[in-house]
């Protein structure tokens, strides 16, 4: 038997029966948000998540993990906090039970890694905790697992090796694409930060309560939503894969890699799904960017204020200036003061360099504002007193726009000027704005002027006895029956857009 079209079933069957044959064909957009809501509910218990956020964001990087053959970018997802004991580790276990092929990376070798990232079996989920050893004081005897770290999250990467046969040595390239979670104490580099969602985890309080986790105990529960996880993303693979998810505001660049996938299964779920992880995306990305900069962007900061009221200044006196900084690191950078060399080789990276400057009747070498002001701009959030000057700058315009609005208004109300003319019958139509708006000394917006009443004119011979002007009456002017001069119409405003 042929396959049914959805539309014949609608005509013969009834709306009941497309229902069934569309929820039949497409069960990921029935299941999605329950699942997703057990997902949340078991993860729940276990794991003191700080905040709502933080807790909708692990739900669907677990379900990401499932559909790895729908996305060009996969984010890693960072449990970090400052002190042990703040539930990273438990974090690490309860996703174990959820995820597919999930791979436990503690002290484990890059070979190791490298063989089960591009192994037949399928992408792994690398769960990697205790990262801050990878990144820590040791990080050069790791620099194959960052190397994985940093270039896994893209489709189509792969880590280059060379291996050795006997007396050949041949080239190998083994896949690094894999979703990866990783925690740690502390922080991590820039370049793992930015491809993350980061959920900064912390210790309970006394009145947090959550379950004690026992692997034995809540094993067949959690693999039990890994099988619902994983049929109903095979079910939703080719939708996942054809998905564009919208971006909330704020949500851009980079953040927006990492937020595709994640914002892409909420849309796919429903239900809730979309508004709360909209919400998450944009909470988290702001409390992302509001982490300790790195020292570059902090002398960029840092000479923003020292330069204020200044057009240059000397690098004597920048080196001085940043020094006397109150909590700045410029005056024990390895335990010495920032010097010169530092300082030009930081600024060298944006392209400033330091330049002979006028300073009164002095030339010494320095820098001068304007060189530093497209960096500033780039790199740095904008002032408060700039963002009033930028909305004082909007409202400058909108007024002046409302002038020429005046203007324009003014240029047509004119229409009504009296008419001169030195023939007999020549009628003077009064035009007092002031009278029309019934007021003596101000101005209304909207007020255009009248035609104010006028007397009767005189038939005249020499027309039919119509009235006698030597110039054609304005378009808004008609004469009625009895000879005198009515408006029909109010005037209108002319504005020019």
């Not at 964001?57 to 400052?82: C, D, K, N």
């Not at 900084?325 to 024990?332: F, K, Q, T």
Request: with cysteine; proline share 7%; charged share 25%.
């Amino acid at each position: 038997m042929g396959e049914r079209d959805i539309n014949d079933v609608l005509r013969k069957e009834g709306l009941d029966a497309a229902r069934a044959m569309h929820d039949e064909a497409r069960p990921f957009e029935k299941e999605g948000a329950a699942i997703l809501n057990d997902v949340r509910s078991f993860l729940s218990r276990f794991i003191a998540y700080p905040s709502e956020h933080a807790k909708t964001a692990h739900v669907l990087w677990v379900a990401h993990a499932h559909l790895m053959g729908a996305w060009e970018s996969t984010p890693r997802i960072a449990f970090l906090s400052p002190e042990p004991g703040s539930g990273k580790t438990r974090a690490m276990e309860v996703t174990e039970l959820l995820v597919p092929n999930p791979v436990a990376a503690v002290n484990v070798t890059p070979a190791y890694l490298f063989r089960k990232v591009g192994s037949e079996e399928g992408p792994p989920t690398i769960l990697f905790d205790e990262i801050d050893t990878v990144f820590g004081p040791k990080a050069r005897e790791n620099e194959e697992l960052r190397a994985l770290l940093n270039s896994g999250h893209r489709r189509g990467a792969v880590a280059g090796r060379c291996v050795v046969r006997g007396k050949i040595i041949e080239t190998e390239e083994i896949p690094s694409f894999a979703a990866v979670a990783l925690a740690g104490l502390g922080w991590l580099p820039d370049t793992i930060l930015s491809r993350s969602v980061i959920v900064r985890m912390r210790r309970r309080a006394p009145d947090e309560k959550i379950e004690s986790f026992r692997r034995r105990l809540h094993m067949p529960q959690g693999e039990a939503l890994h099988r619902r996880l994983a049929a109903w993303a095979e079910a939703a693979l080719q939708q996942a894969t054809e998905a564009r998810p919208r971006m909330p505001a704020g949500v851009e660049d980079r953040a927006a890699d990492v937020w595709e996938a994640p914002l892409a299964v909420a849309d796919l779920a429903g239900g809730d799904w979309p508004n709360w992880a909209r919400r998450a995306a944009t909470e988290l990305v702001k409390t992302a960017r509001e982490i300790e900069p790195s020292l570059n962007i902090r002398l960029l900061e840092d000479l923003r204020t020292i330069f204020e009221g200044e057009d240059s200044l000397s690098t004597k006196d920048v080196l001085a200036r940043l020094c006397l900084l109150e909590d700045a690191p410029w005056n024990d950078l390895k335990g010495k003061p920032i010097t010169d060399r530092q300082l030009s080789q930081r600024l060298g990276a944006y392209g400033v360099k330091s330049k002979t400057v006028r300073i009164g009747a002095a030339t010494p070498r320095g820098y001068a504002r304007a060189d530093l002001h497209d960096l500033w701009r780039r790199y740095l959030p904008p002032l408060a007193d700039e963002i009033a000057t930028s909305a004082t700058s909007a409202t400058s315009q909108f007024f002046q726009r409302d002038q020429v609005v005046d203007h324009e208004i003014e240029g047509a109300t004119s229409l009504f000027q009296p008419q001169h003319d030195s023939g007999p019958n020549v009628v003077v139509v009064a035009n007092d704005a002031a009278a029309c708006c019934g007021s003596s000394g101000t101005k209304s917006f909207y007020a255009t002027g009248d035609v104010a009443a006028v007397a009767d004119v005189a038939p005249s011979t020499g027309n039919g006895g119509g009235p006698s002007l030597t110039r054609p009456l304005p378009e808004a002017v008609r004469v009625e029956g009895d000879g005198a001069l009515k408006s029909p119409n109010p005037p209108r405003r002319r504005t020019r857009i």
